[in-house]
């Protein structure tokens, strides 16, 4: 008697884990479906921001290497340093843009000065002009940078 209830019990906890394990499966897809589509501008935006940290980290690695370096020539040591801050600067404006950019109602936006152009991507369905020019507006008291130099894009 014993033994057989051992088997009832143990057959229920295995149907229990199989119906457990077919549920757990057929949530996970619809969660999957549905977030699907607002992760991805979300995910574009934060993988961004990520790839870009981790490529300025490596880029100050780099320049305290020079300038901490024992076979570094002063001049050497001079130009790391300029281009640390040069870089920390920048750091610094392309995120006082972003926050300025967030303040006119976008809920995310990021920004990327080069020595040519000044690329801004915000997330929104679309871009009214009004919205452009506001943006426009923000990079140019900002970065003091000409219009035609400015590329604004957006992404849901």
């Not at 340093?81 to 404006?93: G, P, R």
């Not at 392309?94 to 926050?99: A, F, P």
């Amino acid at each position: 008697m014993k033994k057989r209830t051992k088997i009832i019990i143990l057959s229920a906890m295995v149907l229990l884990l199989g119906v457990t394990g077919y549920l757990n499966i057929v949530l996970n897809n619809s969660i999957k479906q549905t977030t699907t589509t607002t992760t991805e501008a979300a995910s574009y935006f934060s993988s961004f921001r990520n790839d870009r940290a981790s490529t300025r980290d490596q880029e100050l690695l780099y320049y305290d290497a020079i300038i901490n370096g024992e076979s570094s020539t002063e001049s050497a040591v001079a130009a790391a340093q300029q281009a640390k801050l040069d870089l920390i600067n920048l750091m610094d404006k392309e995120l006082v843009v972003e926050g300025l950019i967030k303040a006119q109602g976008f809920e995310d936006c990021v920004v990327v000065v080069t020595d040519s152009k000044v690329n801004v991507v915000v997330k929104a369905a679309h871009l009214e002009e009004d919205e452009a020019i506001g943006i426009w507006t923000t990079v140019i008291e900002q970065l003091k940078r000409p219009i035609e130099d400015i590329i604004i894009n957006y992404a849901e």
